[in-house]
Every structure is written in C-alpha cells, then in structure tokens.
C-alpha cells in the first residue's frame, strides 16, 4: 500500500508544464498564425492586381466588370449590368474571374425541359383546373 502512496505524493517538474504550453504555442503558430498569413498575402497580391476591365465577383454575389480604380479611397466602380454602375471599397471583391465569364453567363441558354418535368405540370395544371 505504501507503493500508491509514494506514487500518488510524486509531482511533476514545473519543466513539463513549461514545455507544454510551448508545444501548444508552437501548434497554434503552425495550424493557425501561419497559413492565415499566407491568405491575407495572397488576398492583398489579388487586390493589387487589378485593372480596369477585369471581372470580379463581390462577396455579396455580385458579378461585374471593373469600369474605374480609385486608389486615393480605396475604391472601384464596377458595371453590373448596361448602363448600371456601383461604387464599393475594394475590400469587397472576394475573386478576380476570366474575361468572358459574363458573357457565357448572360447568354446561357436555359436547359429544355424534360418529358417528366412537363409531364407533371401538365398533371397539376389538370388537377388545379378541375377543383376550381
């Protein structure tokens, strides 16, 4: 019995604890610190690189070709549509598109409807003029 007393009464070396916290500072710079640097640079290197008529995506979802750069403010005007110009800070832009993106976007043609799809509305079409 006298055995687990001895073990129990044993303490670790203040040199462990010291240790740890390093070891977990050293992880926390590795897996956190670092490759967040490593997007913040690549995100900077994005914003420096833009010109005027590339296309962007904003982070709200917006899709439009960059008209005007205004470096004093920090701003960029971007055409969303014909005609329709918007003013926003560059920190907006989340990606930097290929040009023709928007076109291929604009003139998309939307896909034919299947058989089964007109089929069914054709079928609810039925049911809703019958109840009426």
């Known amino acids: 019995m ?5 073990a129990a009464q044993q303490q670790q070396s203040p040199f462990f604890l010291i240790i ?3 070891i977990m500072f050293a992880f926390i710079y590795f897996f956190q610190w670092r490759p967040n640097k490593k997007r913040q640079a690549e995100y900077k ?3 420096e690189s833009l010109e ?6 904003l982070s709200g979802g917006l899709i439009g070709t960059i008209t005007k750069l205004r470096t004093e403010d920090d701003l960029v005007q971007i055409e969303i549509s014909k005609g329709v110009q918007i003013t926003t800070k560059r920190g907006f832009i989340m990606q ?3 040009n023709g993106t928007i076109d291929s976007i604009v003139n998309e043609k939307p896909a034919k409807k299947s058989k089964e799809e007109k089929a069914t509305k054709e079928a609810a079409e039925k049911a809703d003029s019958t109840q009426a």
């Open 2 to 6: 006298n055995l687990f007393l001895d």
């Open 20 to 22: 740890l916290v390093v």
């Open 45 to 47: 290197k994005l914003l």
């Open 52 to 57: 005027v008529g590339g296309e962007v995506l």
């Open 96 to 98: 930097v598109l290929p």
